[in-house]
């Protein structure tokens, strides 16, 4: 019988579902034809698949082929499907015996020469296989790192020939698990480079230990960038789960592993599409590639207010659905947003020397490029001035502040996770409640203040969350009014400039 049936796997965001290569030779005159994918990949298919055979030294089955590639209605890119419909070929045309197929699964990219190139997006069709309990056969490249997967089982070949020989082989010799070759650590700013910002070395702090997002307004060349780059140097190892994802974005994307928080700065010029995701593909965009670390966006009044009240949505939920004509994937984005911009567009409004030429209504509209949603989503909002100079030309410190403060931040990340399972900016309303446990007094005391200052549902919750870290970094049980009135002295930037209320 000229039938074969090959499991691989497709690409879906970062999921790989399955898709199964279905080959069937039969009478009539020579052809090859694919369904199920478009005619330019199809194409594209033919020509690589029958030089590989052909330069491999194997017969090219002269019979009327056809492949389907199920399920149909599935979308399937890429060059992965290569050595699965290769392989099929020789299974349907007797080359190769059924028994080499069974509980493994092929991807891979054939040259005309026959040798096995990778694919982006391995890790997760490894994932899954590995869920299924089949073997996976690639292209030795980054093989180790995909041996790395626990349980995982790897099959690797140069090339079509060398693969049809390990696959015959009473006993194939799997790939053994390597070091992950991992992209070059960033060396980020110690927090001691920050000098004269009392306040904002303690906003950083209190940032990374409940993962709160920061907002800082100040004249230029008072340290925002310099602290925005700090802030990834203070967070904790990452989650395991979390640290595996940003494994599999980047593995989708074609990048090198990485190990701890990114960072990711996107130039305001930036689209909705690369910010959020999208392209034709629906890739994922800079909120995806920072999950887990940190986005900084700088002279965020600069950006597109269309481009920015996209971030409203994965701010609070910590996922994007990015939706392209057909395709539909769902990619996390837990990120940690930290944005910079001037008081008005000259930067001197907040100068005490003063100098400031831009009318009220030039800075109204300058401040009003950021919506009020957005920043009602935004925990720690930063005045800034410029430091004095005796301060700012102070030898540096030989004692790095960084590294001491990320190993208290991480004792403090971890009580929050054993307390509540999340840090405390995902906690929901009633859960900070809950956490804060509030006396009484204190709360009849928080209820006035938050019906003076005429703040919203959402940024009251959000000041209860605060008022959590600030405990949890004393040490303290209960949240008490003075960690509630620390947490709304970080509400609000003043506005009122020159007759400007904004």
């Not at 040259?111 to 292209?139: F, W």
């Not at 800082?216 to 789960?241: D, E, F, I, N, Y």
Request: aromatic share 4%.
């Amino acid at each position: 019988m000229h039938l074969a049936f090959i499991d691989t796997r497709s690409q879906a965001g970062i999921s790989a579902p399955p898709v199964t290569v279905e080959v069937h030779l039969s009478a009539g005159l020579p052809a090859f034809q694919v369904v199920g994918v478009s005619d330019a990949a199809s194409r594209e298919i033919r020509s690589r698949v029958r030089s590989a055979i052909v330069s491999s030294h194997l017969k090219w089955p002269d019979f009327n082929i056809t492949i389907n590639l199920s399920p149909t209605e599935q979308i399937k890119q890429g060059a992965r499907f290569d050595l699965p419909i290769a392989v099929g070929l020789l299974v349907a045309s007797n080359q190769l015996p059924r028994e080499t197929i069974k509980n493994r699964e092929f991807l891979g990219e054939l040259s005309l020469d026959g040798s096995l190139r990778p694919t982006h997006g391995a890790l997760s069709a490894t994932l899954s296989a590995t869920d299924a309990k089949h073997t996976l056969c690639v292209a030795p490249d980054g093989a180790a790192q995909l041996a790395s997967v626990p349980g995982s089982r790897i099959l690797a070949a140069t090339d079509l020939l060398s693969l049809c020989a390990a696959l015959q082989a009473r006993e194939p010799v799997l790939v053994s698990p390597g070091s992950d070759p991992l992209a070059p650590t960033a060396n980020y700013p110690d927090l001691s480079q920050l000098r004269g910002q009392p306040s904002l070395c303690r906003a950083l702090e209190l940032a990374a230990a409940g993962g709160h997002h920061l907002l800082m307004c100040g004249p230029p060349g008072v340290g925002k960038t310099l602290a925005a780059s700090v802030l990834p140097g203070l967070l904790p190892p990452l989650q395991p789960k979390t640290q595996q994802q940003i494994w599999l974005i980047r593995d989708l994307m074609g990048l090198p592993r990485v190990s701890g928080p990114t960072f990711r700065a996107p130039h305001h010029s930036s689209s909705i599409a690369a910010l959020i995701g999208g392209t034709a593909r629906a890739t994922p965009g800079e909120i995806s590639m920072a999950h887990g670390g940190v986005l900084f966006l700088d002279e965020i009044t600069e950006f597109p207010r269309a481009v920015l009240n996209q971030l409203r949505q994965p701010l609070e939920s910590g996922e994007i659905t990015v939706v392209r004509a057909q395709h539909q994937y769902r990619y996390p984005a837990r990120f940690q947003l930290v944005a910079a911009m001037n008081p008005c567009p000259c930067g001197l409004a907040d100068s005490e020397e003063g100098g400031c030429r831009c009318s009220p209504d030039i800075i109204r509209r300058y401040r009003q490029s950021v919506s009020g949603p957005l920043t009602d989503r935004i925990d720690l909002h930063v005045t800034l001035t410029k430091p004095p100079p005796e301060q700012l030309l102070s030898p540096p410190s030989e004692r790095r502040l960084s590294a001491h403060l990320m190993q208290r931040i991480t004792s403090v990340q971890s009580q929050q996770y054993e307390r509540q399972g999340c840090l405390n900016r995902d906690l929901s309303g009633e859960r900070a409640l809950e956490a804060c446990a509030l006396s009484a007094a204190t709360r009849a005391q928080f209820v006035e203040a938050v019906a003076s200052l005429s703040l919203s549902a959402r940024s009251a919750h959000r000041r209860l969350r605060v008022a959590r870290t600030l405990a949890d970094l004393e040490g303290i049980e209960d949240v008490s009014m003075a960690h509630l009135n620390t947490a709304l002295s970080f509400r609000r930037m003043p506005t009122d400039i020159g007759g400007v209320n904004c």
